[in-house]
T-cell receptor, first 111, second 111 residues
Framework: KAGVTQTPRYLIKTRGQQVTLSCSPI?????VSWYQQTPGQGLQFLFE???????NKGNFPGRFSGRQFSNSRSEMNVSTLELGDSALYLC??????????FGPGTRLTVL | SQQGEEDPQALSIQEGENATMNCSYK?????LQWYRQNSGRGLVHLIL?????REKHSGRLRVTLDTSKKSSSLLITASRAADTASYFC???????????FGKGTRLHILP
């Protein structure tokens, strides 16, 4: 089976712009979770989607949003980018809510 | 907010020695997992231990869980250079709850 894929792998944006990241889960996995990883804050949970519904949500502002499509692919969107949004964004899929399979991440740099 | 706290933050040992990392958490959990991350890449699931289990083994890995102390330890025996990575514990309060990660332990295996 193919692993979790994330696109793009690297992204450079400027403050105020918006960005959309994509995640394709492992075939058959209906749960997709998103995390933000920074050196200072570590891995922070953003949200989890299961069968196109947001099942869990972290403590991030409304600028961070996501969605999941009927084929389980997921996107996350960050609007009005801030310098502090520079991070590695990781997507993980799972069959059950325990063992997660991570993608390689998208490195976002906000200038 | 972080649920798990790993200790130590960083650890350097000689190849062949054993490495022990600890994780403490704050609330009751359904399960605790350990993940490994190499150089800012995606995380790899290592092992999961459920709240009703006390010890689990997988190859050179041994995980213990003490729910009364809200702590877990990960032991890597006979360490190898390839074990150099960051190790994270992650907890879920309930079966389908969000999975929260600690800040990790950076392990460096010296040749």
């Amino acid at each position: 089976k193919a692993g979790v894929t994330q696109t793009p792998r690297y992204l450079i944006k400027t403050r105020g712009q918006q960005v959309t990241l994509s995640c394709s889960p492992i075939s058959g996995h209906r749960s997709v979770s998103w995390y933000q990883q920074t050196p200072g804050q570590g891995l922070q949970f953003l949200f989890e989607y299961f069968s196109e519904t947001q099942r869990n949500k972290g403590n991030f502002p409304g600028r961070f949003s996501g969605r999941q499509f009927s084929n389980s692919r997921s996107e996350m969107n960050v609007s009005t980018l801030e310098l502090g949004d520079s991070a590695l964004y990781l997507c993980a899929s799972s069959l059950q809510a325990d063992h997660q399979y991570f993608g390689p991440g998208t490195r976002l740099t906000v200038l | 907010s972080q649920q798990g706290e790993e200790d130590p933050q960083a650890l350097s040992i000689q190849e062949g020695e054993n490495a022990t990392m600890n994780c403490s958490y704050k609330t009751s959990i359904n399960n605790l997992q350990w993940y490994r991350q190499n150089s800012g890449r995606g995380l790899v699931h290592l092992i999961l231990i459920r709240s009703n289990e006390r010890e689990k083994h997988s190859g050179r890995l041994r995980v213990t869980l003490d729910t009364s102390k809200k702590s877990s330890s990960l032991l890597i025996t006979a360490s190898r250079a390839a074990d150099t990575a960051s190790y994270f514990c992650a907890t879920a309060m309930n079966r389908d709850d969000k999975i929260i990660f600690g800040k990790g332990t950076r392990l460096h295996i010296l040749p």
